[in-house]
């Protein structure tokens, strides 16, 4: 079974499910029937099972991704080979198909290399706008482009990663409705309760909540002269480290700084964030110690394992400086005891810190972040577009390769939670206020 097959196979599924569910709540009732129970069960493990097949898939295809000498080398996958043997071969390097790009652009699409054209018919995507110079790349191009702005990116390898199939544009996730963990409203409503013999039952039922992320555009330009574009190699070489590098940044900026609106919603603009108050009288474009234990204290409690320390290189000074008083002494809380003279730890706390320039200057709110980036959810569609232009910059002899890929993220928690003891809330991603 190919590797679209299986995804096509899970969308259906994933719809029958929906058929299911949605059956039930047109009837008016909040939980399936015996029968549909029965029904929705069998498809779950159908769903498990196919899940597992196209986990085993997708790191048999990164595996050979990795092994290939030549970034463009589109020599079938295991299991492809049926569907891909009246394509054209493809090609040698991505340069390669840059030029082959770019020579189509200048002719109009009246020369189209059949290369271009081939991968588009087989991963059923919609066909290239040849007048306008528009065509997609090669699917194992595409998966090791946007490898790359992952690997590149300091938060995207940490987030939580959900490629989307060919067929959907979004996806919906099911998620608990919490916001307290006193007992009654864990998990959104179950309650659990010692009973004495022959005392009276009482039910209770979780809550839910739907996350939705529905696909954005990043887009990004690169511009190339006729002597660089003669030379394949150069162009792969600028071209793949420019756009990997450049998205990598951004899409790390989305995660900080996201505003939600036709990008992703960022961690300093979500509604779970918790944000810790300056210490009275603290000057400002300070951190001081006070400020980082108050703020391990409000990570949520399973989060302090994968926790990180997000900062603005700016940051550095105040951190070397931190000094924790302990009756009339004290120690310093980031430096190891050498002082200067030794390196520092870099953990703050016992957990990892890590300077991210998309971290807000010192003393302002995202200066210093502590976060649990395996709450920050992101989804992407694999394919990545490429078109070129020689319109764009016609006198200066250059020509201009745009590049698309489609994203999406925001935080899993819908709201910062009370905890069962204690009225300070706590969060997967944690901030101090800004210090004026």
Not at 114 to 138: C, H, K, M, Y
Not at 176 to 203: F, K, P, V
Not at 407 to 424: I, Y
Request: charged share 20%.
């Amino acid at each position: 079974m190919t590797y679209d097959t299986l995804l096509n196979d899970r969308a259906k599924l994933v719809e029958v499910m929906r058929a299911i569910s949605d059956g039930a709540e047109a009837d008016g009732r909040s939980e399936l029937n015996e029968a549909e129970n029965t029904a929705f069960e069998a498809k779950k493990k159908e769903l498990a099972s196919l899940n597992a097949a196209i986990e085993v898939e997708e790191t048999i295809r990164q595996a050979e991704l990795s092994l290939s000498p030549r970034l463009g080398d589109s020599q079938p996958l295991p299991g492809d080979q049926d569907d891909k043997q009246d394509e054209p071969a493809g090609f040698n390097t991505f340069g390669d198909m840059l030029q082959a790009v770019a020579v189509a652009s200048k002719t109009q699409g009246a020369n189209v290399d059949p290369r271009l054209i081939g991968p588009q018919a087989a991963t059923g995507l919609s066909e290239g706008v040849t007048s306008d110079g528009g065509f997609l790349v090669n699917t194992d191009v595409a998966s090791g482009l946007l490898t790359n702005v992952y690997e590149t990116g300091i938060l995207t390898g940490r987030v939580a990663r959900t490629p989307i199939s060919a067929n959907a544009n979004g996806l919906k996730l099911n998620g608990i409705d919490e916001t307290s963990r006193a007992s009654g409203s864990q998990w959104g409503g179950i309650t659990s309760y010692w009973l004495n013999e022959g005392g009276t039952l009482t039910g209770s039922k979780p809550k839910f909540r739907q996350v939705e992320l529905n696909l954005k555009k990043l887009i990004g330009l690169c511009y190339a002269t006729d002597e660089l574009l003669s030379d394949a190699a150069a162009l792969e070489s600028v071209i793949t480290t420019g756009f990997a590098n450049v998205f990598g940044f951004k899409m790390d900026e989305s995660i900080v700084r996201g505003t939600g609106a036709g990008q992703p919603l960022g961690i300093l603009n979500s509604a779970c964030k918790v944000t810790v108050s300056a210490e009275g009288g603290q000057a400002a474009t300070t951190i001081v110690s006070e400020n980082v234990e108050k703020m391990y204290a409000r990570m949520h409690p399973r989060g302090l394992g994968n926790a990180v320390w997000l900062v603005n290189q700016d940051c550095w000074p105040e951190l070397f400086n931190m000094y924790h008083s302990v009756g009339t002494g004290g120690s310093t809380t980031f430096l190891p005891p050498g002082g200067l003279s030794a390196s520092p730890y870099h953990t703050l706390l016992g957990r990892p810190v890590i300077p991210c320039e998309q971290c807000s200057t010192l003393g302002t709110e995202g200066d210093i972040i502590f976060a649990d980036l395996s709450q920050y959810m992101m989804i992407d569609k694999g394919g990545v577009q490429t078109a070129s232009s020689i319109h764009v910059q016609f006198t200066t002899d250059e020509s201009v390769f745009r590049f698309v890929v489609r994203v999406d993220g925001q935080p899993t928690w819908a709201s910062a939670v009370t905890p069962a003891q204690g009225s300070n809330t706590v969060s997967p991603f944690i901030t101090l206020a800004t210090r004026s």
